[in-house]
């Protein structure tokens, strides 16, 4: 096969598997009466912002707290996994071995149960539909994953650096402060990506823990558009658009990182 | 130095949030599941406490429920489905990417989109496009004149209306992890095959194949644990129905504890923990394998 051939083809497979993004940003644009037309409108002819001004007058809020929970997922995730990370990596004392495989099996634990759990335990705390409650729920979902991958980054680093600093009368401490956290920028990016794009997508604890109240993110936003059998499609779909936001611009600016915590996470240990 | 007693110490210093964390939020909610499962809640004791123990009648009430069956049977479907379609049309793609061509890096890049996406995005995407009167796949159908499918009303179609929304979203995941196993082939095997004389099939089953089993188990195994836990897809697309026909136990788990205005919390829990037994199962296996090959 010739090299220009290759690339059609791919264009045509790219193009079939990216159709249903397509078509979501397409019917976002398109105006009610249009919706149910006979063929659809592959392209938005006579488009409508009418979903996007409903997005800004009704789902603002919702997106404010999902970027809160987001954020503050990917805080306690890396607060919590890095020096967890170094220790397995670098320190590596008796009973880190039970406890990386305790960190295996914890993330084949469906989210579905975890949330049953947290919410008769939510009840009894009166911490239901509450922001911090959701984060701490959500981070369940990242620090298993994120204690793997900087145990798996960590090992990397070569011994002699931190023996220079131990050399300096660095203590472990300062050690991991001032040698280990700068050179393992790039593993603190792919935990803080997936972290905060778990948080963001969401929806088996948000639905469970933080259906109610004031505090609902935009994943419930969406639900409940679907919900109220509510037929305005662009609406739905332009929430729909704007909510892939996050994933689009990290899969622009950090496309790296994500191939590497996917590979990370599978075929390393 | 490293063997010192002040080291381990200091290293479990470092490590002892995880494991407040893990004892709190991963054991403790886990240990209350498995209480709701083994007692007799109602929404008030729920609130209040003081739920009568009730041995294993939750489990035995599941059992034999009328939904048990069919909730089993559209779990095993669901995910050998899912995992043969996103593994093999994963290995394809990888396969076509390995060839290396004029934007083959971007295109890559491109096929993340769906994997990246908050399954409530792909899921209603896919719901307004199967949609039976106005969906642009009913509409493609009919333009070849096939007559329209009742993708997520009709019995006989919502399971493999959620199935296809799930390979969807699957085969990203299975394409990066495979093309990386790709990587790892030397190109120089290749290069003496094509000297002998090897077709492309031949290459692909002589040498990708055998030497890709390892990525593959993982691959593979990885997929299975990731397709049981499935609960997002389904439940907004279908909500398990119409009557049943795709709940699976992720499904049925949430619909008794969450789905309702009437919880039963216990028979929920009770579903969940068979699920986690499931999970567990394979996740061993994966171990194992993982295990040996490092061996």
Known sequence: ?269 | MRRSKTGDWAAWAFLAPVVVYLLAFYAYPLYRNVELSLRNYTVRSFVQGGAPFAGLDNYQKILSDPTFGPALAHTVVFTLASLAFQFAIGMALAVFFHQHFPLSRTLRALFLVPWLLPLIVSASTWSWMLNSDAGVVNAALSAVGVGPVNWLTSPDWSLVSVIIANVWIGIPFNLVVLYSGLQAIPATLYEAAALDGATGAQRFWRITFPLLRPVSAITLLLGLIYTLKVFDIIWIMTRGGPTDSSTTFATWSYRLGFGSLLPAFGPGAAVGNLLIVMALAFGLIYIRIQRRQQA
């Open chain 1, 1 to 269: 096969m010739r090299r220009p051939i290759r690339t059609a083809i791919g264009l045509m497979l790219t193009a079939v598997m990216l159709f249903p993004v397509y078509w979501m940003i397409n019917v976002s644009f398109t105006r009610d009466q249009d919706m149910r037309a006979d063929p659809p409108h592959l392209f938005p002819v006579n488009g409508t912002l009418e979903g996007y001004r409903a997005v800004l007058d009704q789902q603002l809020p919702y997106l404010g707290t999902s970027l809160l929970v987001g954020l503050g997922t990917v805080a306690l995730t890396v607060v919590l996994a890095a020096p967890a990370g170094y220790a397995l990596a670098k320190l590596r004392p008796p009973g880190g071995g039970a406890l990386s495989f305790a960190l295996l099996i914890a993330q084949m634990i469906p989210g579905i149960i975890m949330a049953m759990g947290f919410y008769a335990i939510y009840l009894n705390l009166g911490v239901l539909n509450s922001i911090p409650g959701l984060i701490l729920a959500d981070s369940t979902i990242a620090v298993p994953f994120g204690v793997l991958i900087f145990t798996a980054f960590m090992s990397g680093i070569p011994e002699e650096l931190m023996q220079a600093a131990v050399v300096d009368g660095a203590g472990r401490l300062r050690t991991f402060w001032s040698v280990v956290l700068p050179v393992s920028r790039n593993s603190i990016v792919t935990v803080s990506l997936f972290a905060f794009l778990w948080a963001w997508s969401d929806f088996v604890f948000a639905s469970t823990l933080d259906g109610g109240g004031d505090h609902r993110p935009i994943t419930l936003g969406i639900y409940q558009y679907i919900g109220n059998n509510n037929q305005q499609w662009n609406a739905i779909m332009a929430t729909a658009v704007v909510a892939s936001i996050p994933a689009t611009i990290l899969l622009v600016l950090a496309q790296r990182y994500v191939a590497a915590g996917v590979t990370a996470g599978a075929v390393k240990d």
